[in-house]
Nanobody, 125 residues
């Protein structure tokens, strides 16, 4: 089974940037759509962005448009979420998730079968 690992979280000041990474053990990501989700205490996990496998088509939640960029490097078995102009409300645990051959038309928790453990992003001065 695909096991995902996120990295790149941390503490950043408002307006700053972070790049999150997602990689996999037990398989390669090139056939998987990869979604990035985030969750804060007491709230549901929400989809932030998604990238398809074949054409690298992308989806962004309204909160991410213009600030976040998702991209993949299949040669390195990596998917990235570049986050810029970060705001305190971006503070959350960020998770990557994978689903075989998905098209990113539905970016919900139920649409993805493999999940990482999450990485904490804190935006604070």
């Amino acid at each position: 089974q695909l096991q995902l690992v996120e990295s790149g979280g941390g503490l950043v000041q408002p307006g700053g940037s972070l790049r999150l990474s997602c990689t996999a053990s037990g398989g390669t990501l090139d056939s998987y759509a990869i979604g990035w989700f985030r969750q804060t205490p007491g709230k549901e996990r929400e989809g932030v962005s998604c990238i398809t496998s074949v054409r690298s088509s992308t989806y962004y939640a309204d909160s991410a448009k213009g600030r976040f960029t998702i991209f993949r490097d299949n040669a390195k078995n990596m998917v990235y979420l570049q986050m810029m102009y970060l705001k305190p409300e971006d503070t959350a645990v960020y998770y990557c998730a994978a689903e075989l051959w998905a098209d990113c038309s539905i970016v919900t928790v139920d649409s993805f079968g493999s999940w990482g453990q999450g990485t904490q992003v804190t935006v604070s001065s």
